[in-house]
């Protein structure tokens, strides 16, 4: 998984190369050909083994081979590919077109070029521009912050989850290699949008943060768990996070890794059950959050009651209680569409389309996938 380091294998490699005569593959997480490379010079492997990173970017080898490092689409093993080995297609989170090849493969080119504008980018936004832009099309992406990359920027903060960065340097790189215009800090209104030359437009505007119904949930020591991992907060010693789905367990990471005491109260049996916790990672996430130094304490089938300005009221199968000594409440429970602009009021000779999260709260898989379908239809 991407909590381990990329070659984390190699020293069993090097250790039997040591030992037989044999040639000795070196195996697990390998995709940057700079490193694999590294390992034949320094003898620790007589060859290297890609396995995902080839359903990640086929042509692997070919961009290797012709110092295009930065052009290879990259795994961030994620595992995707694993959880869907038995079916009767493999495919790839960051890759729409694995398995679908024969499929595309007379579609990468589109037929006449069109003016593509993309409302927002994030991953899905800048997926759309990226094929839209390949296959042809001029495109323009619009982004109200001042960098692409959306929720996933935040993603990639908590412990090990470092390559999410990987995919957003990728479609940066793309999308300004193949000429895509990038407006940042710009979010037109819809009479701005209806001015622009478009035969195309993407809504891609994301989400946001939903804020449960509770009594205090609007006090001054309530935040957002997307605020917390912009690492701008000074939220205390203690906190309890609600919430123990994907973005509440890992931002209790964080706030571990930190030194902080962190409760997670969750409504449901289990935490971590939401689609976007793969199974290998949530093994590795919850060893490291349930450590013995019981810095971090899981309530599961637990709801929060109240939220006082240094009290959270709980209840349980045990009954209501009272959490004191708090010093922060981090709220994780959930995201909602974020659409500024109403489709249905743009221009009616305009194609349009709502994609993404702004279609509704994604994983990254159906955030890349059903941009890329998006942007092969037009």
Same mark, same amino acid.
């Given at each position: ?177 193949? &000429?895509?215009? %990038?407006? *940042?800090?710009? =979010? ?8 622009? +030359?478009?035969? $195309? /437009? ?16 609007? &006090?001054?020591? %309530?935040? *957002?768990?997307? =605020? ?8 205390? +010693?203690?906190? $309890? /996070? ?16 930190? &030194?902080?005491? %962190? ?116």
């Amino acid at each position: 998984t991407m909590d381990l380091e990329q070659g984390s294998l190699v020293h069993l490699a090097a250790g039997i190369k040591q030992s037989v005569d044999l040639p000795v593959f070196a195996v697990g997480g390998i995709n940057d050909p700079v490193f694999a490379d590294r390992l034949l010079v320094e003898g620790k492997a007589d060859m290297v083994a890609i396995g995902r990173a080839l359903l990640a970017d086929p042509e692997w080898p070919i961009k290797a081979q012709r110092g295009e490092s930065n052009r290879i689409r990259p795994c961030i093993y994620c595992n995707h590919c694993r959880n869907r080995i038995l079916r009767p297609k493999v495919n790839c989170a960051v890759n729409y077109e694995t398995g679908r090849e024969t499929e595309l493969g007379h579609k990468r080119n589109g037929t006449r070029s069109k003016n593509v504008i993309v409302i927002g980018g994030g991953i899905s936004g800048m997926e759309a521009a990226y094929i839209s832009a390949r296959r042809g099309h001029n495109v323009t992406v619009y982004e109200r912050t001042g960098e692409l990359g959306g929720n996933l920027l935040l993603a990639s903060i908590p412990p090990k989850r470092g390559r999410l960065l990987e995919i957003v340097k990728f479609l940066r790189n793309e999308i300004d290699r193949l &000429g895509v215009e %990038v407006i *940042l800090e710009s =979010q037109p209104s819809l009479e701005e949008i209806r001015g622009l +030359k478009s035969d $195309v /437009v993407l809504l891609a505007t994301g989400s946001d943060q939903l804020l449960p119904d509770i009594p205090g949930i609007n &006090g001054p020591n %309530v935040y *957002l768990a997307t =605020q917390v991992l912009r690492g701008r907060l000074d939220v205390g +010693k203690y906190v $309890v /996070v609600i919430g123990g789905g994907l973005v509440g367990l890992e931002t209790a990471d964080y706030l571990r890794e930190q &030194g902080k005491g %962190v409760t997670i109260i969750e409504r449901l049996p289990e935490v971590g059950t939401d689609a976007q916790v793969e199974a290998i990672f949530r093994r590795y996430l919850l060893a490291r959050l349930t450590r013995t130094d019981e810095s971090v304490l899981i309530m599961t089938s637990t709801e929060v009651k109240e939220i006082g300005t240094a009290y959270v009221k709980i209840k349980n199968a045990s009954g209501e209680k009272m959490l004191p000594g708090i010093d922060s409440i981090v709220v994780a429970a959930g995201f909602t569409s974020y659409i500024p602009i109403e489709p249905n009021e743009l221009s009616p000779e305009c194609e349009v389309h709502v994609i993404g999260d702004a279609a509704k709260p994604q994983t990254l898989f159906e955030a890349i996938h059903s941009a890329a379908q998006v942007a092969y239809s037009i």
